[in-house]
């Protein structure tokens, strides 16, 4: 099996490096957009500019630094064919570089991929690239893409944890302070999503070059902090669970590699970390106002806004990383905006053995703007009395604590299932 560089070896990546592969790679993979946003300008006091990696051919950054990764292989490697592992981002592109540059290539995908993600790797790489189902996680897929690409003698492509990945991913910080620049403009800071921390590197690394006085802010999910956990263990450090809403950066490990570039950069990379509620809302809010598809992942840069205190005046860009996101989904993404602003509330209500206690909870209880989007009664066979699982929208996040106080003065017996204990995630998620 051959591999690009290996992470390990800390060579740093320079501005100069990122330049090559934008010279390499601009004739097949245009710029995307530097989008001006009116509304987070208005809600921020900056100048607020989107860079657009939705508008991308695979809708995503992934594809710069899989076509440079495997632009650099030798005659003898490409012919080799390549490997690579990914349910997403990754796999799209590196199904594109291929069908592109002529070369085959084999992508694991876990057995669990949506027939619309795997339907787009394969429309991608047409005839170039062969589609393998295996394992029912993506560490499984990606175990399987090892072991073959050590059988064939082919080369794996690393979705973030190399460095012509970093360097082909960094092309995008490029794009930002040449757009900038033609405007007359300097960044004074780009915020940046985090997963495995590839982009991340090569922003970081055309930045501290080309534009030393930008400040750097990596937004990684609430519940996917693996960076975080990198810089405060010094060194990567695999976490115990992830959230896995956030698909495109709900990453356990962040790369040896990456991490090393952010230890060297500590003194501009500002880390915070955005809950994924709020990155929901940011999807919806970017779809409703700017008519942008964002996945979760490409809707964390601009969550991670809400989490720093800007200057007005600031010129400040958000990286849209992708767009990928499955229609399917939209449900999922409304309840966890609706539960993170405030609005959506859950509760165990436990009905005395009297008759007419359900109309009582509906005129006593309940506000004039309240909804009832759920009402399951826990045991089957008890239908007027006992306990019931009450889903409730509320017309605004302020009529909670009224809400709460015709509760307790009910003889109602009401319990508020509170977002991440064992109760909400059992009663509610499951």
Known sequence: MTTQQSPHTFVPVRASDIQMAQARISS???????????????????????????????????????????SN???????????????????????????????????????????????????HGGPNVEVVLVGATFDEASAAARADAAERGATLIEPFDARDTVIGQGTVAAEIVSQLTSLGKSMDSVFVPVGGGGLLGGVLSYVADM??????????????????????????????????????ASVARTGDLNYRIAEANQGRLHLVAADEGAVATE???????????????????????????????????????????????YAEIMERSLVYRGLKHYFLVNFPQEPGQLLSFLTDILGPD???????????????????????ELGRASDFDALIGRMNASRIDCRHLEPGTPEYEYLVTN
């Open 283 to 329: 999807m919806l809010d970017l779809y409703q106002s700017e008519g942008i598809i964002a996945e979760p992942a490409g809707a964390l840069s601009v969550a991670g806004l809400r989490e720093v205190s800007i200057t007005p005046g600031e010129v400040v860009v958000c990286i849209i990383s992708g767009g990928n996101n499955d229609v399917l989904r």
């Open 211 to 248: 534009a030393p006085r930008t400040a750097v802010i990596g937004v990684e999910p609430a519940g996917a902090k693996s960076l975080a956990a990198a810089l405060d263990n010094g060194g990567p450090i695999t976490l115990g669970s992830v959230d896995t809403f956030v698909d495109g």
């Open 370 to 392: 309240d909804d009832i989007t759920l009402f399951d009664y826990l045991k089957r066979n008890n239908r007027e009395t006992g306990a019931a699982l009450v889903g409730l």
């Open 73 to 123: 292989l030798t005659e003898e490697e490409k012919a080799a064919g390549v490997v690579a592992a990914s349910a997403g981002n990754h796999a799209q592109g590196v199904a594109y570089a291929c069908r592109t540059m002529g070369i085959q290539g084999k992508i694991f995908v876990p057995n669990k991929t949506p027939k619309q993600k795997r339907d787009r790797i394969a429309v």
């Open 28 to 70: 097949v993979i245009a710029p995307t957009p530097l989008q001006y946003c009116p509304r987070l300008s208005e809600e921020t006091g900056a100048e607020v500019y989107l860079k657009r990696e939705d508008l991308q051919d695979v809708r995503s950054y992934k594809i710069r630094g899989a076509y440079y990764a495997i």
